[in-house]
């Protein structure tokens, strides 16, 4: 059973999480994801589950982290400047290893930056989502499809590994609206049952600690060994992308999100040109979709990452290509959204290099 | 076998207080405070309901000493962790165990809008005055003129600002229920600090609104003193700046609960109150 409505990224991310059996929303207003929880207001009450607005950003992720702790899948969503007070809260979840949905509707900063779409937090989101040594699983939607259709993965893979997972989205993306097919509902009473939560042990077993305290070095660290296993078996099992093009380009793109599709249109534009792009869009951000990329290590000859900002994702692109082809960026940032004109002539100026660099052999 | 007396138990610990060794110091009050928290759960039958919210401070292992499924929270989240708790499951009883620097400094937008939404979960605040575990530093709650390690002249109101007094504070929350300061330097105040704790379980049992009750406590430790000496001090100097009593009870005031006595409290702002004298 599916219904296809028209939907505003925000929203649809909003129906997607109740649908994935999440009845807990704790979140903070803050634009351009404002929608999501306007939705989240009037829809929870509806449907049995809880909508509070939080006195601030880290409030809304503490309550994450009581929701998830006392078994229930909740989420909080916000936006750059708020994400980073959640920091805070999702380190305590990795280091609890609670599951949780964190979604970041992209703006331009850093500090209170502007509210036009970016994906300035890919660093963030990536590398330093918090203090210590912990990784968050991150989910890059491209369409509003898309948005509805992660979050449900988002919801099992925070449940599977007991880690908080990101959606990493941005304003473009919250604010546009496009057709989207809604998925089946899912109870929450049909969700696997958990054995580790904190919510009463009725007496039937010892109490349950939810805890990310271990004063002792070598407890902690075979903790943080134990969780970086885990993150490993992510590594090799959860990486996703989707490539178009790119099998037999001589230039590769890379880009994530809204980029992705800007980068989708000046591909079609070179191959009109008869210039062989092509381009992998990361849809998990960690883990990095290395396989995809080291596929086309033996028939790409560059590669182009296009991201809004001034050059993050860029990074994990050079560490799989590993200085076998050249890698270069094309940026916009501040919330200006780079054109597939643009896009398009960059790739030009790399066919002519690699033309003069074929004429001189 | 005439003279074999019959064996006759008259004290001993808690069943929700578990076996195992505290990290707190010699006279310090936070063990008498666990364990009361302790003799009330199990007295009101709730062990296998109860989730705990441990915070970061002396008491931050707390969730190693109770025998109810417990929560480590980070520094002054404590109520919004135990709103998360208590949202998915409002039947359980959710306390939060927190001191000073916790409640009253980093966490005090928590403990502000736990109070005031109502959040139907109870607070234990012990207050010393003081940063135990990080050895002594100036807390929210510390006196003017206390010396301690960040105010080694004496806490100087012009430039630290004054103490907070937590429960006068909240008092003007509507969504609070039940508010009490005790302390527990004597048998007899031990007994009323028990009758608090009590009452504020089971307020929060009877879905009556938040409850609070806010233990003046010592620390010999970082005060420099023996226990008793701490005792003397507290006696002295904390207990007419933190007066001792009940600062709210919305049951002794007349009303059924804390949103009876808020919405009494607001009775003459229309839109606070929709259906009376308007149309259906």
């Known amino acids: 059973m599916s219904e296809k409505v028209l939907m505003k990224g925000n929203e649809a991310l909003a129906e997607s999480a109740i649908r994935a059996g999440c009845r807990f929303f704790f979140g903070y207003p803050i634009t351009p994801q404002t929608e999501l929880a306007a939705y989240m207001a009037k829809r929870m009450p509806k449907v049995g589950g809880t909508y509070l607005q939080a006195e601030s950003e880290i409030a809304a992720i503490n309550m994450v982290y009581g929701a998830s702790a006392a078994g229930a899948r909740a989420m909080t969503s916000s936006s750059s400047p708020g994400v980073s007070l959640k920091g805070e809260g999702i380190s305590y979840m990795s280091g609890s290893d609670l599951p949780g949905v964190i979604i970041n509707v992209q703006r331009g900063g850093p500090g209170l930056g502007g509210i036009q779409p970016s994906q300035s937090d890919y660093w963030q989101a990536t590398r330093a989502m918090g203090h210590g040594d912990h990784r968050l699983v991150v989910f890059a939607p491209a369409t509003v499809q898309e948005m509805a259709d992660l979050i449900y993965d988002a919801f099992d893979v925070a449940d599977k590994y007991r880690t908080p997972v990101m959606i990493l989205a941005d304003g473009m993306l919250g604010q546009m609206m496009e057709p989207v097919e809604l998925r089946e509902a899912i109870s929450p009473e049909d969700l696997p049952a958990k054995d580790w939560t904190t919510e009463g042990h009725k007496n ?43 099998e037999d380009a001589d230039i590769v793109l890379v880009a994530f999100g809204a980029t992705s599709r ?51 994702m860029v990074d994990d692109v050079r560490l799989v290509v590993n200085g076998a082809h050249p890698v270069d960026f094309y940026g916009r940032t501040g919330g200006v959204i780079p054109t597939p004109d643009e896009v398009l002539g960059k790739i030009r100026e790399i066919a002519a290099d690699l033309d003069s660099a074929k004429g001189d052999e | 076998m005439a003279d074999q007396k019959e064996e006759k138990v008259v004290f001993q610990r808690p069943h929700s207080l578990l076996p195992v060794v505290t990290n707190y110091c010699p006279g310090c009050t936070h063990g008498i405070v666990n364990r009361l928290v302790a003799e009330v759960i199990d007295e009101l039958g709730i062990e296998g309901d109860t989730v705990g919210i441990a915070p970061v401070g002396c008491s931050v292992m707390a969730y190693n000493f109770f025998g109810c499924d417990m929560i480590e929270a980070a520094h002054g989240r404590a109520p919004a962790v135990a709103t998360g708790v208590k949202r998915v499951h409002p039947e359980n009883i959710v306390f939060a165990y927190q001191g000073d620097g916790d409640l009253a400094s980093i966490g005090m937008a928590e403990t502000v809008h736990a109070a005031t939404r109502g959040e139907n979960i109870t607070v234990i605040f012990i207050n010393n005055a003081i940063y135990g575990m990080t050895g002594g530093q100036m807390a929210p709650t510390s006196l003017p003129n206390q010396v301690t390690q960040t105010s080694p002249y004496g806490r100087d109101v012009e430039t630290a600002g004054y103490p907070i007094r937590v429960c006068e504070l909240l008092s003007t929350l509507d969504g609070v229920a039940y508010l009490e300061r005790v302390t527990v330097d004597s048998p007899k105040n031990v007994r009323k600090a028990k009758k608090a704790i009590k009452k504020a379980f089971e307020t929060q049992r009877d879905g009556l609104g938040y409850s609070l009750v806010e233990v003046v406590a010592t620390c010999p430790t970082n005060w420099g003193m023996t226990p008793q000496q701490a005792f003397a001090w507290m006696r002295e100097n904390m207990l007419p700046y933190y007066p001792l009593g009940v600062y709210k009870d919305v049951v002794a005031d007349g009303f059924a609960n804390a949103a009876e006595a808020a919405s009494a409290r607001s009775a003459e702002c229309p839109i606070a109150h929709p259906s009376e004298g308007g149309e259906a």
């Not at chain 1, 939810?210 to 660290?221: I, M, Q």
């Not at chain 1, 296993?229 to 093009?245: G, N």
């Not at chain 1, 396989?291 to 028939?299: C, D, K, N, S, Y």
């Open chain 1, 204 to 246: 039937k077993r010892p109490h349950n600690i939810v805890n990310s305290l271990y004063l002792t070095a070598e407890d902690l660290e075979d903790l943080n060994v134990e969780r970086y296993q885990r993150y490993k078996q992510i590594e090799e099992t959860e990486q996703r992308a989707e490539t178009f093009l790119a």
């Open chain 1, 262 to 312: 800007i980068c989708r249109s000046a591909v079609r534009a070179a191959r009109d040109e008869g210039i062989k792009a092509g381009l992998i869009r990361p849809i998990t951000l960690w883990p990095f979709p290395e396989e995809a990329i080291r596929a086309t290590l033996p028939t790409a000859k560059a590669y182009l990452t296009v991201e809004m900002n001034m050059g993050q």
